[in-house]
């Protein structure tokens, strides 16, 4: 009984019997579950927080189970197991139970081979799941804060947080769910749907109401860049590359180098930051001056007393920069594994430069770039979509695979010839 139900699952027949909207739910719940809204850890009750910690369980589960019937082996799928290891080994090194290993690392890496599990044949079902979840989010937090007062409610706990945590973390959902309307468009041939629209005025609404600058910009980069990319002129400019060099370049002038007096004006008047970025700087020397010999290689576990110290109202978890969160959290084995994965994508989407599709995950690459100069961005949606821009299908590469049978039926057929030619001879 058990080797036939193995065997149903490997010919995919759960999978074809269950239908689209089915799987759709699946995969929303999934999501669910690997990106928990805020309040289920600062408000919910101990049976609520189990809930959702066995359903993160199962969903990592499901993740795994999926990648390992359906999902292929890969450089990609390699690199992204040695960063859940990793992660694991972090932990345990740092004095936690291997629960808490798995649920610090696993989510992020769960997400990314799903995606790899259901990319290219259940494309359109795993972009309607993330649509669905992450603009049902968006949606609930907008109505939050237009409807409930801050501070009446655990919903609205402050000037500056929801049940989805805080503002500067909004862009991690209303994104995803913004370029997985617009990768739905690009599918079915379409400029843009009503349907985008209404995701990306309710994502542009709520970072109006409740500012977050990073989110601004990032939203703006988001405007500009998807009218450029859907005419093919730019798409070759613009490419993951491109936004990832600028990154880096950002990296080091304001995290490293510290040119932002320089911009001075651009950043109080403009932005409304001051310029330690509202004591970011204070975290990212804090960053730097943890990495001594004893955590370089794996860095420090969430958990106990931070290496960063305490900032506004308690001990600060976030290195608020993507590349030093890495850093602090992973050390050099969790940096290389991440920026490893963050290339693979970038170097599958370099290769396809010229699509819309490609473009399409190129800006959204960008637009967490801008995010991850202030704040983390290894969360499960980034995952998700690095792990759907490196397993996804591009026209050009289904071309270039449909002339491959054919010039190796020429070079068959140069070869009999040449065989009946030599029989000829002899």
Same mark, same amino acid.
């Given at each position: 009984?058990?080797?036939?139900?193995?065997?149903?699952?490997?010919?995919?027949?759960?999978? !074809?019997?269950?239908?689209e909207?089915?799987?759709?739910?699946?995969?929303?719940?999934?999501?669910?579950?690997?990106?928990?809204?805020n309040?289920?850890?600062?408000y919910?009750d101990?049976?609520?927080?189990?809930?959702?910690?066995y359903g993160q369980y199962?969903?990592?589960?499901v993740?795994?189970?999926?990648?390992?019937?359906?999902?292929?082996l890969?450089?990609?799928?390699?690199?992204?197991?040695a960063?859940?290891?990793?992660?694991?080994?972090?932990?345990?090194?740092g004095?936690?139970?291997?629960?808490?290993?798995?649920? =610090?690392?696993l989510?992020?890496?769960?997400?990314?081979?799903l995606?790899c599990?259901?990319?290219?044949? !259940?494309?359109?079902?795993?972009l309607w799941?993330?649509?669905?979840?992450?603009g049902?989010?968006?949606?609930?937090?907008?109505?939050?804060?237009?409807?409930?007062?801050?501070?009446?409610?655990?919903?609205?706990f402050?000037?500056?947080?929801?049940?989805?945590?805080?503002?500067?973390?909004?862009?991690?959902?209303?994104?995803?769910?913004?370029?997985?309307?617009?990768?739905?468009?690009?599918?079915r041939g !379409?400029?843009?749907?009503?349907r985008?629209?209404?995701?990306?005025?309710?994502a542009?609404?709520?970072?109006l &109401?409740?500012?977050?600058?990073?989110?601004?910009?990032?939203?703006?980069?988001?405007?500009?860049? $998807?009218f450029?990319? &859907? +005419?093919r002129?730019?798409?070759h400019?613009?490419?993951?590359?491109? $936004?990832?060099g600028l990154?880096l370049?950002?990296?080091l002038a304001?995290?490293?180098?510290? &040119?932002?007096?320089?911009?001075g004006?651009?950043?109080?008047?403009?932005?409304g930051?001051?310029?330690?970025?509202?004591?970011?700087?204070?975290?990212?020397?804090?960053?730097?001056d943890?990495?001594?010999?004893?955590?370089?290689?794996?860095g420090?576990y969430?958990?106990g007393?931070?290496?960063?110290?305490?900032?506004? =109202?308690?001990q600060?978890?976030?290195a608020h920069?993507?590349?030093l969160?890495l850093?602090?959290?992973? +050390?050099?084995?969790?940096?290389?594994?991440?920026? +490893?994965?963050?290339?693979?994508?970038?170097?599958?989407l370099?290769k396809?430069?010229?699509?819309?599709?490609?473009?399409?995950?190129?800006?959204?690459?960008?637009?967490?770039?801008?995010?991850?100069?202030?704040?983390?961005?290894?969360?499960?949606?980034?995952?998700l979509?690095l792990?759907?821009?490196? =397993?996804?299908?591009?026209s050009?590469?289904?071309s270039?695979?449909?002339?491959?049978?054919?010039?190796?039926?020429h070079?068959?057929?140069?070869?009999?010839r040449?065989?009946?030619?030599?029989?000829?001879e !002899?």
């Open positions: 009984m058990a080797d036939s139900m193995l065997q149903m699952l490997r010919n995919g027949l759960p999978v !074809r019997t269950m239908g909207k089915a799987l759709i739910v699946a995969v929303a719940i999934c999501l669910m579950f690997l990106t928990p809204p309040i289920v850890s600062a919910g101990s049976f609520v927080r189990a809930v959702f910690r199962a969903s990592i589960a993740a795994v189970a999926a990648f390992a019937l359906r999902g292929r890969s450089v990609f799928s390699v690199v992204a197991i960063y859940a290891l990793f992660g694991i080994l972090t932990a345990l090194v004095g936690a139970t291997f629960s808490s290993g798995v649920r =610090s690392t989510p992020f890496v769960a997400a990314a081979l995606a599990a259901m990319m290219p044949r !259940r494309r359109k079902e795993l799941g993330v649509l669905l979840i992450y049902a989010y968006s949606v609930v937090n907008l109505v939050v804060i237009l409807m409930v007062p801050a501070e009446s409610s655990v919903l609205h402050s000037e500056i947080s929801t049940l989805f945590g805080n503002r500067n973390s909004f862009n991690r959902f209303y994104i995803a769910a913004i370029f997985a309307s617009f990768l739905l468009d690009e599918s !379409r400029y843009i749907s009503v985008s629209v209404i995701v990306y005025a309710v542009v609404v709520q970072s &109401v409740m500012p977050s600058a990073t989110a601004l910009v990032a939203l703006l980069l988001v405007t500009i860049g $998807y450029l990319v &859907v +005419g002129k730019l798409r400019v613009l490419t993951a590359f491109t $936004y990832a990154y370049t950002a990296f304001f995290v490293v180098v510290r &040119v932002q007096g320089v911009f004006l651009l950043i109080e008047s403009v932005m930051k001051t310029l330690d970025f509202s004591g970011r700087t204070l975290i990212w020397d804090a960053a730097f943890a990495m001594d010999p004893s955590h370089l290689l794996l420090y969430r958990g007393t931070s290496p960063l110290g305490s900032i506004w =109202s308690g600060c978890w976030s920069n993507a590349v969160d850093l602090v959290w992973g +050390g050099l084995a969790g940096l290389l594994l991440g920026c +490893g994965l963050i290339g693979l994508a970038c170097l599958r370099w396809t430069r010229n699509e819309r599709r490609s473009a399409l995950y190129s800006l959204y690459l960008g637009a967490c770039f801008i995010c991850g100069l202030m704040e983390a961005i290894m969360f499960p949606q980034f995952g979509f792990g759907m821009a490196y =397993s996804d299908s591009f050009d590469e289904r270039s695979e449909a002339e491959r049978p054919r010039g190796s039926l070079e068959s057929f140069a070869r009999t040449l065989a009946n030619w030599n029989n000829r !002899r």
